[in-house]
């Protein structure tokens, strides 16, 4: 059983979600989603549109999806890598070389954004609409 863990916000879930959900799911047999807490999200200057619950709730209708646990802090990887023997952590190439410290526990591989799609173009669309 090989482990893929994840991080984010996933705000308005969108395509470009999916599509690094999905290119992270096929390293391994499950993937953790990790995701960021409504608190969490202010330390990152962050202000989601949907709270945590629906948020977790879109990721958890993803059948590639394992498991949803909360990001609460910068700190908390190192233990989520050895808690769930996780074997390869996955990440958009906008964090490129951010979690290479954590090279040592696990594979890390930085994926190419998908782009013309994020959470903010959404946000201003509803923002020009309102
Ligand atoms: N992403 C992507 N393509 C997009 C938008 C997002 O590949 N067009 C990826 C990001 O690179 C990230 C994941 O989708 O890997 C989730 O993106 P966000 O919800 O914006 O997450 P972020 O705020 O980057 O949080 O501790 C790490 C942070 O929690 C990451």
């Known amino acids: 059983m090989t482990t893929v863990i994840t991080y984010g916000t996933f705000d308005l879930f969108h395509f470009g979600h999916l599509e690094l959900l999905k ?3 096929a390293y391994g047999d499950r993937l953790i989603v990790v995701l960021s807490t409504d608190e969490f999200n202010l330390q990152k200057n962050k202000i989601s549109r949907q709270p945590y619950d629906l ?5 958890e209708c993803i059948k590639f999806v394992s498991l949803v646990i909360p990001e ?3 700190e908390q990887k190192e233990n989520d890598i ?5 074997n ?3 990440m958009g190439d906008d964090w490129n ?3 290479d410290y954590l090279m040592p ?3 890390v591989i930085y994926l190419p954004r998908t782009p013309g799609i994020s959470s903010s ?10």
């Open 23 to 25: 290119r992270a799911a």
């Open 55 to 59: 948020r977790k709730q879109n990721l």
């Open 72 to 74: 609460n802090n910068w």
């Open 82 to 86: 050895k808690t769930h023997h996780v």
């Open 88 to 90: 390869t952590l996955v």
């Open 97 to 99: 070389g951010k979690f």
């Open 105 to 107: 526990l696990c594979k």
């Open 121 to 130: 173009i959404l946000k201003e669309i509803e923002n020009n609409k309102s």
